[in-house]
């Protein structure tokens, strides 16, 4: 067993798991969209009749092509089927490496959609190269004898790094790779961020600060309760105060040990609507808490 046998080898898991990876992102994003062609680059260069039917078309030899090199990696079909599927996977890749050069050239705005929603950049060397990579990695296939998967030892351990470190090379093409490190970084404003006021008066329940001074309130409801970007604001009145003093907390808009801050104010008047002004009374409150 040589390098180059072993190489040729792990070529066949390699496009397996890019060509379903695609036809998974593209269902995807047909099931949100409701349409097979939204958001699938190529297709634009097709006259409008034809869109539908080749993204669909696309879509389909993806779904084929994956699950059939990996069926006709050992002997199930013969040598004969094995190799015609590797030969329309090589094929497959050469026409979408001819795509993406006429996508960029008449339409450089434009996303691939080879990864669905993730494929939103517009075509670039990096895609071209990935696609003519591919292309090359289904063309030393052709003609190789059945694989059998090898035992536990130095040849397996081999050909796992030589598939990750190839995977990682693909990933490094990809400039779907960057948008999903993006996405999984990503984290949403709080001021965005749903909260549960129900759960916001659980949080301050059952915070320090709540058996501190609970004993300065007057009553078991709050008097009001408002949400201004990242805090929940929560009155209550005062007990043996002026009349009309009120007890204001702050609980963060955070599902996790929220921040709470709490302090003693004034004479109550809606924070909202006060005499002050639209928002006079609010800023108040907020100097009061923070």
Do not use: N
Not at 93 to 114: S, Y
Not at 117 to 126: A, K, M, T
Not at 262 to 275: I, K
């Amino acid at each position: 067993m040589t390098v180059i046998t072993l190489v040729r080898e792990i070529q066949l898991p390699l496009l397996a798991l890019i060509l379903l990876g695609a036809c998974t992102a593209k269902l995807a994003r047909t099931l949100q969209t409701g349409s097979v062609a939204a958001g699938l680059g190529p297709t634009d260069l097709f006259p409008r009749r034809l869109k539908r039917p080749a993204a669909a078309a696309i879509c389909s030899s993806e779904l084929i092509m994956g699950p059939g090199l990996l069926l006709t990696a050992g002997r199930f079909g013969g040598d004969a089927v094995a190799d015609l599927i590797r030969v329309v996977t090589c094929l497959f890749f050469v026409v979408a490496l001819c795509g993406l050069v006429e996508l960029r050239e008449h339409r450089p705005d434009l996303g691939c959609g080879c990864f669905g929603d993730l494929s939103v950049r517009p075509v670039g060397i990096r895609s071209i190269l990935r696609a003519g990579l591919l292309a090359v990695a289904a063309a030393a296939t052709v003609g190789l004898p059945p694989v059998q998967l090898p035992p536990p030892g130095l040849r397996a351990a081999i050909a796992l790094g030589l598939l990750v470190g190839e995977l990682l090379l693909v990933a490094v093409l990809s400039p779907e790779t960057g948008e999903v490190l993006t996405r999984l970084g990503y984290s949403e404003p709080c001021e965005l961020r749903e909260a549960s006021p129900r759960r916001a008066l659980a949080a301050l329940h059952r915070s320090r600060r709540w058996r501190r001074q609970s004993v300065l309130v007057d009553g078991d409801e709050p008097a009001d309760m408002w949400r201004e970007l990242c805090w929940w604001y929560v009155v209550y009145p005062v007990r043996g105060r002026t009349p009309g003093s009120m007890l204001v907390f702050a609980v963060q808009a955070k599902t996790h040990r929220p921040a709470i801050r709490s302090a003693l104010a004034g004479p109550y008047s809606d924070p909202r609507h006060g005499a002050d002004g639209e928002g006079g009374a609010t800023s108040a409150v907020r100097s009061a808490v923070f």
